[in-house]
């Protein structure tokens, strides 16, 4: 298994696994992933099989805003290479590779080189089912979140350095 980042070469298998992974109102579209990966594309963490098949993978941005909204989902342009924070949109991993700690692998690694790059922590959303995943890894429960994105119920998760 390797890590890398992204390139525009990903679009379409990212753009893929998103729709697999979330629901319609939650998952970004090919268009969202294309402004994200020509803003950020080191924002963006994948897991790779020995064949080269994306099994798992993270994106999000840097801000030096401490709560993550949902205009962040939408708009690349208000990322900061620099900011506090590191934000996390989504945490993929194909069905079939579920269950293999593959989406923990990664997030560690995003962990390390948000920790590495100076930030003061990682801020996530993510329903109720998951909040003990999160939390196995050193993200804390802080509750219920502002957040409407795909009008689903999100629980704030932090993570600070």
């Not at 980042?5 to 679009?11: G, H, P, V």
């Not at 999000?60 to 949902?70: C, P, R, S, V």
């Not at 991993?93 to 003061?120: I, M, N, S």
């Amino acid at each position: 298994m390797k890590i890398r980042k992204a390139t525009i070469n990903d679009l379409k298998e990212l753009s893929r696994i998103e729709r697999e992974c979330f629901p319609v109102a939650e998952a970004a579209t090919e268009e969202i992933f294309c402004r994200r990966l020509e803003v950020y594309p080191d924002f963006f963490w994948i897991l790779e099989n020995e064949a080269g098949e994306i099994v798992s993978f993270v994106n999000g941005m840097a801000t030096d805003n401490e709560i993550l909204t949902d205009e962040m989902f939408e708009n690349p342009d208000l990322h900061n290479k620099n900011g506090d924070w590191q934000m996390i949109f989504g945490v993929n991993t194909l069905p079939k590779f579920r269950r293999k700690d593959y989406a923990e692998k990664v997030l560690r690694r995003v962990v390390e080189d948000t920790k590495k790059d100076g930030r003061k922590g990682i801020v996530l959303t993510c329903k109720d089912k998951l909040v003990s995943f999160y939390e196995k890894i050193g993200f804390v429960n802080e509750g219920l979140s502002e957040s409407t994105h795909g009008n689903a119920i999100w629980y704030n998760m932090r993570m600070i350095f």
